[in-house]
């Protein structure tokens, strides 16, 4: 008779007879309109809604920007100072370090902008339900609504939580290394030790709100179709590419990059539409 710690020996295929199979690792995304889900092996949407949701991630993006220019536009207004053109790239500083703290002061405004309008979508509202209803699966090995709504917004495997790590490195350290390389590397380094806080910090704040009760609705759908069609076969396996793709990353970094080129050309002229 196999000891109680053999499933974390052998292989499930390699048990004779089927133990209860654990919860499933599940990993969700926010989408337009609805949530979803995957174990690697099933998924719950299709791949032009995963597609239509790096396209929407775009159009925060671009959003961002336009915010952005609005604000720095704003700021030229209040204090006399040349802030556009640099923000179009289209002037530079005589001084090196000035250029740097600039870039970076836009980047930041950027991300700020960016959260902003994050906030203010319904993805934040999809993306605490996938949170809350990944976590009642988690916690209680079940899915029901009540459970749902008792978790809480934030959910320590996020990809807030990588993104507030390589976030520090790409907005502030990189720019920074080239006037000081030290203070540079000591912005990368604190930055990715504290991604866990950082993470948690922009889930509360940002990246999630309370959903309303269509939103929960659309996580609860997506949890149980997810847990209903494990069931029925908890040990099936695919190879790790069809896994990849049913984690739906291709497809929402496939409509990201094409939504980015298209919104990245527009970019381009902006300074020739706005008489620049």
């Given at each position: 008779m196999f000891q109680r710690y053999a499933p974390s020996i052998y292989p499930?295929?390699?048990?004779?007879?089927?133990?209860?199979?654990?919860?499933?690792?599940?990993?969700?995304?926010?989408?337009?309109?609805?949530v979803h889900m995957s174990t690697g092996v099933l998924r719950t949407s299709s791949d032009w809604q995963l597609a239509l949701t790096g396209l929407a991630m775009a159009a925060l993006g671009s959003g961002a920007m336009v915010l952005t220019y609005a604000v720095t536009w704003l700021i030229a207004q209040l204090t006399g100072l040349p802030l556009v053109p640099y923000l179009l790239q289209l002037a530079h500083t005589t001084d090196q370090a000035s250029d740097i703290i600039f870039q970076i002061g836009i980047n930041l405004l950027t991300f700020l902008c960016f959260l902003t309008l994050m906030r203010l979508s319904p993805l934040a509202g999809y993306h605490?339900?996938?949170h809350k209803v990944i976590g009642a699966i988690e916690h209680y090995g079940e899915l029901t609504e009540e459970l749902a709504w008792t978790m809480p917004r934030a959910h320590r495997r996020c990809g807030?939580?990588?993104?507030?790590?390589v976030?520090?490195?790409?907005?502030?350290?990189?720019?920074?290394?080239?006037?000081?390389?030290?203070?540079?590397?000591?912005?990368?380094?604190?930055?990715?030790?504290?991604?866990?806080?950082t993470g948690y910090f922009?889930?509360?704040?940002?990246s999630t709100r309370e959903p309303t009760a269509r939103e929960m609705a659309a996580g609860l759908r997506s949890g149980h179709k997810i847990l209903n069609e494990w069931r029925a076969d908890p040990y099936k396996r695919v190879p790790p590419l069809v896994n990849m793709w049913r984690r739906g990353f291709v497809q929402m970094f496939a409509g990201l990059f094409?939504?980015?080129?298209?919104?990245?050309?527009?970019?381009e002229h902006l300074h020739i539409w706005l008489d620049f």
């Open positions: 499930d295929w390699m048990l004779p007879g089927a133990p209860t199979p654990p919860v499933p690792r599940i990993s969700g995304s926010a989408m337009p309109g609805g605490a339900a996938e807030s939580n990588l993104l507030a790590g976030l520090p490195m790409l907005l502030v350290g990189v720019p920074l290394a080239s006037v000081n390389l030290m203070l540079g590397l000591g912005v990368i380094v604190v930055g990715w030790s504290l991604r866990m806080q922009i889930q509360m704040i940002f094409i939504a980015m080129e298209v919104f990245g050309r527009i970019y």
